[in-house]
Structure formats: C-alpha cells, structure tokens
C-alpha cells in the first residue's frame, strides 16, 4: 500500500505510553477543528471535533485540546495501542468558508 | 450505511492520456470534495461542490482538470492530457453540510500513477 507520511515528522511512542500530537493553525478566524488518522493506503478518518468556544473535549481514549490564544492544537491518545500508528492530521475551517484546511500532518509510530 | 466510495483505486496510465475518477458520496450528503495527497504529505483542496454546482474551482491546479457532479450523488474528476505530476492520490469527500459542525467523510481515495 502508500507510504504515508514518507516525510512527516515522527512521534515514537512505546505501547501502552501517552500520546500528545500537536498542531499549530493558521487561521484566528477558524471556529471548528477536526483531528483525522490516515492509516497507509486509506482516506483520512475522522476521530474528534472541537468548536472554538470550547478549550477541551473527550472521547474514547482521545482527548483535544485547543489554545486559541496561541492557536494551537493538540490531541492527547490514552494508552496508546499498536493499531494507532498511523499519520495524524489536524484540519480547520471557519463557519464563512466551506474549505476544510489540513494541517502538514505527524507521523505516529507504537514501539511494541 | 456505506462509506464514500471511489473508484478506480488505482490506475496507472501514459503521460498524455486522458483519466476519469469516480466518487459517490454518502447518501443524503449535499457537499462534495475533491483533495490530492502527494506521497508523504498533506491534503491539497481542488474543489467543492454543494448539490451539483460549484461555486469554488480555484483549486484545481490547471484547466487540464475538471470535474462534475449529477444532483446530490456522484463527481467525477477527469484529468486531460496527464502529466508526470499529476501522480498523487486523489481523495473524494462528503458531508452533511459545506462548513463549521459537519465533518467530512472520505474515501480510500484513487491512486493515480502517470508513466
């Protein structure tokens, strides 16, 4: 299949660790963020969301995290397990505009 | 229910040759996208539409590219004339809504090699 995230910056992490991947955006307008995993040879899937009005939101073993003052973003994964390796994208978009911004993308990788 | 789904998932094909990529969206999805990825890097915007008319195409790299939808279902994406560095993948994605609080859905995507 692809070789996704060829040239990405790499997290290794050993499994049953944390996991903090991080995403700086660009845009201070943007009011709704998303965090996609691409695992090689697939399209990007969706894992969590967060509005701009909001500084935190859980869900199962993932949690995100948004800065806007810095305009940052971050998505915490809780044990992390050999099937989360994959390429992780951050994506942003404002309520005015219908195109989705994706961030370069970070390579994770789950040492057994 | 079913995903987005595209077609081919791969295709190979000579430089100068024309190609056409096929995306049917969820069903019920009234917006449709069309991204490319490089090897090894992000996703590139080419294109949007919202039922089957488009209003942003200024994503699209070159008039060799062009793409279509029939009402509220299937895109297709044609390439003219393929070059060297059109070889990416060629993602297709849905969702409920163009902006803010609507995820989009993707697909596998279309691997397309020009030799």
């Known amino acids: 299949g692809e070789n996704v995230g060829l040239h990405l910056p790499t997290l290794s992490v050993q499994e049953g660790d944390n996991s903090i991947i991080n995403c700086a955006y660009s845009?201070?307008?943007?009011?709704?963020f998303i965090w996609y995993k691409q695992e090689s040879g697939k399209g990007p899937q969706f894992i969590i969301d967060i509005r701009s009005n909001m500084d935190k939101r859980q869900g199962q073993r993932v949690t995100v995290l948004l800065n806007k003052t810095v305009k940052h973003l971050s998505l915490q994964i809780a044990a992390t397990q050999p099937g989360d390796s994959a390429v992780y994208f951050c994506?942003?978009?404002?309520?005015?505009?219908?195109?989705?911004?994706f961030g370069s993308g970070t390579r994770l990788l789950v040492r057994p | 229910g079913a995903g987005v789904s595209q077609s081919p998932s791969n295709k190979v094909t000579e430089k100068g040759k024309d190609v056409e990529l096929r995306c049917d969206p969820i069903s019920g999805h009234t917006a449709l996208y069309w991204y490319r990825q490089r090897l090894g890097q992000g996703l590139e915007f080419l294109i949007y539409?919202?039922?089957?008319?488009?209003?942003?195409k200024s994503g699209l790299p070159s008039d060799r590219f062009s793409a279509e939808r029939t009402g509220e279902s299937v895109s297709t994406l044609t390439i003219q004339r393929t070059q060297q560095e059109d070889s990416a993948v060629y993602l297709c994605?849905?969702?409920?809504?163009?902006?803010?609080?609507?995820?989009?859905?993707f697909g596998n995507g279309t691997r397309l090699t020009v030799t």
């Open positions: 845009n201070s307008a943007s009011d709704y």
């Open positions: 994506a942003e978009i404002s309520d005015s505009s219908y195109k989705l911004i």
């Open positions: 994605a849905s969702s409920r809504r163009p902006s803010g609080n609507s995820p989009l859905h």
């Open positions: 539409f919202q039922g089957n008319s488009a209003p942003d």
